[in-house]
T-cell receptor, first 119, second 114 residues
Framework: EAQVTQNPRYLITVTGKKLTVTCSQN?????MSWYRQDPGLGLRQIYY???????DKGDVPEGYKVSRKEKRNFPLILESPSPNQTSLYFC??????????????????FGPGTRLTVL | AQKITQTQPGMFVQEKEAVTLDCTYD???????LFWYKQPSSGEMIFLIY????DQQNATEGRYSLNFQKARKSANLVISASQLGDSAMYFC???????????WGAGTKLIIKP
């Protein structure tokens, strides 16, 4: 089954304790992205990756790190979490190959979300 | 400036009625895509429908259709014969070919009344 998986689904941690949220996709997608969702603010992009070893900042990258060593995995790292990083996090992926007509951006497939609470 | 605007923070609709969720966008890129996602109370993001900027016809997927008015930069989602299970947050999003970011609207909370 084609899917994006995230782990853990729920996490409660304390300020300053490093954590990693894993993301994996089995669709051979080039593009992967991390979002955070906060009430009233919609989804905001943290980081994205166009392919292995290619990453770039989104709108809210402060306090986060990512890596893309393999095509299928795109972990999100919080080196020193703070309470303002309490949020719902989504990983997403999409195919970026050329299409038969005008080049169109790809549909993004989302993981189930990770609800993070930093005390 | 807002690139995606959803003007309806919340809507109540009677079951079995059709509902239109508004979305306007702003871009100068001639090639872009518009997406609608549904987020039920369980939290997952569910892709509903996609419209490419060069598509000549409005996209349809089952009970979902997209009323695409390119000149007005509007991409409204129409849900026909609404059901109780349609109650959720609905997000409009846009992606320009020259920009790999997916830009999101603030969402519309839809509640279907029995």
């Amino acid at each position: 089954e084609a899917q994006v998986t995230q782990n853990p689904r729920y996490l409660i941690t304390v300020t300053g304790k490093k954590l990693t949220v894993t993301c994996s996709q089995n669709m051979n997608h080039e593009y992967m992205s991390w979002y955070r969702q906060d009430p009233g603010l919609g989804l905001r992009q943290i980081y994205y990756s166009m392919n292995v070893e290619v990453t770039d900042k989104g709108d809210v990258p402060e306090g986060y790190k990512v890596s893309r060593k393999e095509k299928r995995n795109f972990p999100l790292i919080l080196e020193s979490p703070s309470p303002n990083q309490t949020s719902l996090y989504f990983c997403a992926s999409s195919f970026e190959g050329l299409r038969s007509r005008e080049k169109e951006p790809g549909e993004q497939f989302f993981g189930p979300g990770t609800r993070l609470t930093v005390l | 400036a807002q690139k995606i605007t959803q003007t309806q923070p919340g809507m109540f609709v009677q079951e079995k009625e059709a509902v239109t969720l508004d979305c306007t966008y702003d871009t100068s890129d001639p090639s872009y895509g518009l997406f609608w996602y549904k987020q039920p109370s369980s939290g997952e993001m569910i892709f509903l429908i996609y419209q490419g900027s060069y598509d000549q016809q409005n996209a349809t997927e089952g009970r979902y259709s997209l009323n695409f008015q390119k000149a007005r930069k509007s991409a409204n989602l129409v849900i026909s014969a609404s059901q109780l299970g349609d109650s959720a947050m609905y997000f409009c999003a846009m992606r320009e070919v020259t920009n790999y970011q997916l830009i999101w609207g603030a969402g519309t909370k839809l509640i279907i009344k029995p």
